[in-house]
């Protein structure tokens, strides 16, 4: 079984900077892209940036130049991180790790989300 364990979130004044980590550990297992996720109470779920296995990383035009999206491959671990610079206000939700892998024995897919992680900007 494939965990995902997410961390790293908090509070930070404007303009602060944070850095979240999401680690998916387990055995026999395949993740092609992470992608980190947001959303606010009542708004649905917004894609802040993605980075696949070879590196490729995607970002929303709303945190391109102030984020960044990077990854670890171990064996048995895969460690992605969101390092947020510049933060505003607007920032503050509550942030998603998000990971398809693949189980290289049976071949199975699988979607997995983290618990999820608060980032509040104050003004």
């Known amino acids: 079984q494939v965990q995902l364990v997410e961390s790293g979130g908090g509070l930070v004044q404007d303009g602060g900077s944070l850095r979240l980590s999401c680690v998916a550990s387990?055995?026999?297992?395949?993740?092609?892209?992470v992608n980190w996720y947001r959303q606010a109470p009542g708004k649905s779920r917004e894609l802040v940036a993605s980075i696949n296995n070879g590196g490729l990383a995607n970002y929303a035009d709303s945190v391109k130049g102030r984020f960044t999206i990077s990854r670890d491959d171990a064996l048995n671990t895969v460690t992605a991180y969101l390092q947020m610079n510049s933060l505003k206000p607007e920032d503050t939700d509550v942030y998603y790790c998000n990971a398809y892998y693949i189980k290289t024995m049976s071949g199975s897919g699988h979607d997995l989300w983290g618990q999820g992680t608060q980032v509040t900007v104050s003004s």
């Open positions: 387990g055995s026999r297992f395949a993740i092609n892209a």
